[in-house]
């Protein structure tokens, strides 16, 4: 029996991991190894990192700070946490292996969807983005294009305007955006007929009515997918899946906490590894005290 099993090897979850191995407490970090965050070739609104920081660097030092408190990592897929037999705590399922816990803390995060096997390739060189809160800074004056379902694209159209003057939307499907398309047409949007999306020499390529239109950088905006291994448990989840929380990042059910992405919110680094600390320090108050016994003389 260990104090908190955390599922996700990712800011949230290394974050909490080294607050609850510095509370004493014995935990375990599970990780797939893919964690949002290795997506981002440059963040520079990551608090603490004036010169910018990859998100592998960025994985990379939290493992390290992990490391120097002990915090033991398992590479792992976790695929059932479900309730212990006899009602004291959880298990957490891994393909053959499984280990049990008092708590355990979701962090398990989104998948983005993403327009094609080049997405990646893509992404490494800026052409294609996720997150304009990120790094729509970095692209300021630029030539932006916003990708996506037509109703689903208007309103990040219209925040991108605050860094651009040249920001044009790319419906995939032609729709006209409703009301948020045509606010965004008012605020000097302008919207494509439906196209494709291509990658082609280092720059996003939006092809429509036989025209190819390059853009500097594209926002990608297809939605997510998230994964929530949890069976017989008390759940409550958004419209698009993201988990419901209290103030101290617990879910329905006692001892069962999520952090990170996959809660309903702001995604982001700081935001994520704020809900980490609430949670484990949450968590920690809630387990069996655990005081220090005295050194030997």
């Not at 294609?128 to 809160?133: D, S």
């Not at 955006?177 to 045509?182: H, T």
């Amino acid at each position: 029996m260990i104090d908190v099993a955390v599922v996700g090897g990712g800011p949230a979850g290394l974050t909490a991991a080294n607050y609850l191995r510095r509370f004493h407490r014995s935990c375990l970090v599970l990780d797939s190894g893919k964690s949002r965050a290795r997506w981002i070739p440059e963040s520079n609104n990551c608090p603490g990192f004036p010169g910018g920081v990859s998100g592998d660097e960025l994985l990379a030092r939290l493992r390290r700070q992990a490391a120097a408190a002990e915090v033991p990592i398992e590479t792992a897929t976790v695929e059932r946490i479900v309730r212990a037999s006899d009602g004291d705590g959880f298990v957490v399922h891994a393909g053959e292996r499984s280990w049990r816990a008092r708590m355990v803390m979701i962090a398990t995060g989104l998948r983005d969807r993403l327009p094609g096997d080049w997405a990646e390739q893509a992404m490494s060189c800026g052409a294609l983005r996720l997150c304009p809160i990120c790094d729509a800074f970095e692209v300021s004056d630029r030539h932006i294009g916003v990708y996506g379902h037509g109703a689903d694209i208007g309103s990040h159209a219209r925040f991108l305007r605050t860094f651009s003057a040249s920001v044009t939307a790319l419906p995939l499907d032609g729709d006209d955006g409703g009301e948020e398309g045509a606010a965004a047409r008012a605020e000097g949007v302008r919207w494509m007929d439906g196209g494709t999306l291509e990658f082609d020499d280092g720059r996003c390529v939006f092809r429509c009515n036989g025209k190819a239109t390059p853009f500097d950088t594209v926002y990608c905006f297809l939605g997510f997918e998230t994964s929530v291994p949890v069976d017989g448990l008390a759940l409550e989840r958004t419209r698009s899946g993201e988990i419901v929380v209290d103030r101290h990042q617990q879910t329905a059910t006692r001892g069962l906490y999520a952090i990170g992405d996959i809660v309903g919110g702001l995604n982001q680094i700081s935001v994520a590894v704020g809900q980490a600390a609430a949670a484990a320090t949450h968590a920690h108050g809630q387990l069996p005290a655990s005081p220090r016994a005295a050194e030997a003389a």
